[in-house]
């Protein structure tokens, strides 16, 4: 087995000794399979984040082999139940990551067994007796004030500029950063004098169709004569999602807004203080954002404040009478 560079483990001795033909199927060589394929599909089938994602993943679960089974790959006979916890105590623990960023992980490696079982190369499911709940996270979003004081801000540096209004354009479209940052003017109509977005979502495949507001009008407007969007047909030169996030923080605390802004957080915004707040119903929202199902909606939009003490201002005077004693 050696001499022919085959890999070798207790069990795969054992078939050799008893004579039993065996497919060297390992973990990472089917991980390695899928991800090709999924490469190959990459704006087709799959988003470029998915890819990265997998590849991701890949990594982890190649230095975790190394580090606690001290191999560098294992057949696939060999992933069990307690391979999976250990997998998910190497992801909290050596890699520092959150509960749900690590079962988003396992998750994709739960893929490639899946893979595996159904092509018969394994016998049993480490995943059998095993379940996983992503823990409900509130996600940050601009209040209208906190809006107002940053469409207000002046930068002198170029990059913050663009970030603030590209970060304000989500948050008046509600468009994720993949399909900000490929929206072309081939996705813009004018239907009877007013502008409209009509774009497949890179991520659901699902047509979102949204009216332009004055304030993405007027960003549109600021960039149309930059080189970039001449030369690719861009509505805006979207730097990257990293660059993005990265420079949202610094934005954050330069106009004094204590939240953790991401590029996600523009579109809760618009789902939360310029929509509902302004008594935009959950139905259109939802068909905005390119949702699904309303449900997906639900988790994105708040009740915030001002709504709540609006709607209350309906009961004002009708229950003024005092209870007799």
């Not at 082999?65 to 997998?87: A, E, G, H, R, S």
């Amino acid at each position: 087995m050696e001499e022919d560079g085959e890999q070798i483990t207790a069990r795969l001795l054992k078939d050799s000794y008893l004579g039993i033909n065996t497919e060297n199927k390992t973990i990472l060589g089917v991980f390695k399979e899928h991800n090709e394929r999924v490469e190959g599909l990459v704006n087709k089938d799959f988003a470029p984040r998915t890819l990265e994602r997998y590849k991701t993943c890949y990594k982890h679960i190649e230095d975790f082999i190394k580090l606690k089974y001290k191999q560098t790959d294992m057949n696939l006979q060999d992933i069990n139940p307690m391979f999976v916890c250990n997998f998910e105590y190497y992801l909290k623990t050596t890699r520092s990551c959150c509960k749900n960023t690590t079962i988003k992980y396992i998750k994709n490696f739960k893929k490639i067994i899946r893979i595996a079982l159904a092509n018969g190369w394994m016998k049993e499911d480490p995943f059998r007796n095993i379940k996983y709940h992503l823990d409900d996270v509130d996600m940050a979003y601009l209040t209208e004030d906190e809006l107002k004081l940053l469409m207000n801000k002046h930068f002198e540096l170029e990059r913050l500029q663009l970030v603030r209004d590209t970060y304000v354009f989500c948050c008046f479209t509600g468009l994720a950063f993949v399909d900000v940052a490929s929206l072309k003017y081939t996705d813009i109509e004018d239907k009877s004098g007013k502008l409209w977005i009509k774009k497949k979502r890179q991520k659901t495949k699902n047509w979102c169709t949204i009216p332009l507001l004055e304030p993405a009008i007027q960003l549109m407007d600021k960039y149309k004569e930059n080189p970039r969007c001449i030369a690719n047909g861009y509505v805006l030169p979207v730097l990257s999602n990293q660059k993005m996030n990265a420079y949202l923080k610094e934005i954050a605390y330069l106009c004094g807004i204590n939240k953790n802004l991401s590029t996600h957080t523009a579109r809760h915004t618009f789902a939360t203080t310029v929509t509902p707040a302004n008594q935009v119903s959950m139905e259109v929202v939802s068909k905005m954002l390119g949702h699904s199902s309303i449900n997906m909606t639900k988790k994105y939009a708040r009740v915030v404040d001002d709504l709540v003490s609006r709607d209350m201002q309906k009961l004002v005077g009708m229950y003024d009478k005092v209870i007799a004693n």
